[in-house]
């Protein structure tokens, strides 16, 4: 498959720190990039998103930043909150939704 | 509103059997993907349905195969079992097709082939 995570990343901090976290995607032609929320025993729940022609999006407590230059994705969350404890997954594709590609996602573990 | 529904939520086969999952969109949502999820390979694009017609597919042997029927219901099927088809099935609806929509995950079926 496309995505081969035999390990899962990990990222620990603490609760009221800021998080981020990365994602290297591996089609130039992608156009359009989402991050998913995974918690444990539910479906992805979709954060926010962002398409090519913007380098910045801003949510409710999150921003997505991409550099096209270096295909790189990542996701910033202000004061962290035990709540965002989960699995945080970049996903790309294209406007013409030929296919999704996800990342391998990241754990984020937040210390109270 | 009803997010999206999946059944059943576990399900425990053995290999050479055939399994059917069903997914019930958001209500008005036309457009339904399917996914696996497994700790080795991540999350993989299996197939999108939209208006009954199966716009996209990925990677996939052809044991694999869905259905999506007048009312945005849509069904997949794997035959043959193998021990490695053992995964999270998760299916997501969207109001439109594809990209230009957010797509809204149901809680996915554990499917354990013995």
């Known amino acids: 498959g496309e995505n081969v995570g035999l390990h899962l990343p990990t990222l620990s901090v603490q609760e009221g720190d800021n998080s981020i976290i990365n994602c290297a995607y591996s089609?130039?032609?992608?156009?359009?990039f989402i991050w998913y929320k995974q918690e444990s025993g539910k479906g992805p729940q979709f954060i926010i998103d962002?398409?090519?022609?913007?380098d910045k999006r801003q949510g409710q407590r999150v921003t997505v930043l991409l550099n096209k230059t270096v295909k790189h994705l990542s996701l910033q969350i202000a004061a962290t909150q035990p709540g965002d404890s989960a699995v945080y997954f970049c996903?790309?594709?294209?406007?013409?939704?030929?296919?999704?590609?996800f990342g391998p996602g990241t754990s984020l573990s937040v210390i109270p | 509103k009803a997010g999206v529904t999946q059944t059943p939520r576990y399900l425990i086969k053995t290999r050479g059997q055939q399994v059917t999952l069903s997914c019930s969109p958001i209500?008005?949502?036309?457009?339904v993907s399917w996914y696996q999820q497994t700790p080795g390979q991540g999350l993989q694009f299996l197939f999108e349905?939209?208006?009954?017609?199966?716009?996209n597919k990925g990677n996939f042997p052809g044991r694999f195969s869905g259905r999506q029927f007048s009312n945005s219901r849509s069904e997949m099927n794997v035959s043959t079992l193998e021990l490695g088809d053992s995964a999270l099935y998760l299916c997501?609806?969207?109001?439109?097709?594809?990209?230009?929509?957010?797509?809204?995950f149901g809680p996915g079926t554990r499917l354990t082939v013995l």
């Open positions: 997501a609806s969207s109001l439109v097709r594809g990209t230009t929509d957010t797509q809204y």
């Open positions: 089609n130039s032609a992608s156009d359009y």
């Open positions: 962002i398409r090519s022609n913007m």
């Open positions: 996903a790309e594709t294209t406007t013409s939704y030929d296919k999704v590609i």
């Open positions: 209500s008005g949502h036309r457009s």
């Open positions: 349905y939209f208006s009954e017609t199966q716009r």
